[in-house]
């Protein structure tokens, strides 16, 4: 599969635990993008990294969240301290240069309890 | 501030039936605007990107046109089937800057047999 996937597909934790969710975009995109996603809404931007630059930070990012594009492959994002305001799914999109249609993966459900 | 507005928010129709999408956006410098399909529990899916110069773009079923002056589009499906049911996500890019693109927050479309 040469798509964007996400791991994993669904995280139940409990208020206050750290979770870590990883996006394997498609393979020679520069650009990569975490958004997260609530019921009955569209995908907001939290971040995008041009190869291993991070670029651009939502204010929705607050500092307990963390993203990372270490060898401008694979990204992961980290909450600390999970809230239950949290719970929601995010989404990791994928692009070859900036104009180009972004490519999602399936998400990772997060529940926060 | 950029914004996408999408009506209706919600629609049921029955299958074979016809439907026609809203989205008026008020990003600028206007770059591009494209559909996405979102099925429930699974990332968007491109249906079509339009530019500038584009008032009218095909995909199957899928008719999706644009009007730059008056900052609108439409998606139209024709003959429509059980698996339309989805969430159809308009989301516009501004030219310049960092191109991170504003998302609608969709239309709910169900289709009953």
């Known amino acids: 599969d040469t798509g964007v996937s996400q791991d994993p597909r669904h995280k139940i934790t409990k208020r206050g635990q750290n979770v870590t969710f990883r996006c394997d975009p498609i393979?020679?995109?520069?650009?990569l993008y975490w958004y997260r996603q609530t019921l009955g809404q569209g995908p907001e931007f939290l971040t995008y990294?041009?190869?291993?630059?991070?670029?651009?930070k939502s204010r929705l990012l607050s500092d307990r969240f963390s993203a990372e594009r270490p060898k401008g492959s694979f990204s992961t994002l980290e909450i600390q301290r999970t809230e239950q305001g949290d719970s929601a799914m995010y989404l990791c999109?994928?692009?070859?240069?900036?104009?180009?249609?972004?490519?999602f993966g399936p998400g990772t459900r997060l529940l926060v309890l | 501030k950029n914004q996408v507005e999408q009506s209706p928010q919600s629609l049921i129709i029955l299958e074979g039936k016809n439907c026609t999408l809203q989205?008026?956006?008020?990003?600028?410098?206007?770059?591009?605007l494209r559909w996405y399909k979102q099925d429930t529990g699974r990332g968007p899916v491109s249906l079509t990107i339009?530019?500038?110069?584009?008032n009218t773009k095909s995909n199957g079923r899928y008719t999706a046109t644009l009007d730059a002056d008056t900052k609108q589009s439409s998606l139209h499906i024709t003959a429509s089937q059980l698996s339309d049911s989805a969430s159809y996500i308009c989301?516009?890019?501004?030219?310049?800057?960092?191109?991170?693109?504003?998302f609608g927050r969709g239309t709910s479309l169900i289709v009953h047999p």
């Open positions: 339009m530019t500038f110069s584009e």
């Open positions: 999109a994928s692009s070859l240069v900036a104009q180009e249609t972004q490519y």
């Open positions: 990294f041009q190869n291993e630059a991070q670029l651009e």
């Open positions: 989301v516009v890019s501004a030219r310049g800057g960092s191109y991170i693109p504003t």
């Open positions: 393979s020679e995109h520069n650009r």
């Open positions: 989205c008026n956006y008020t990003v600028s410098p206007f770059s591009n």
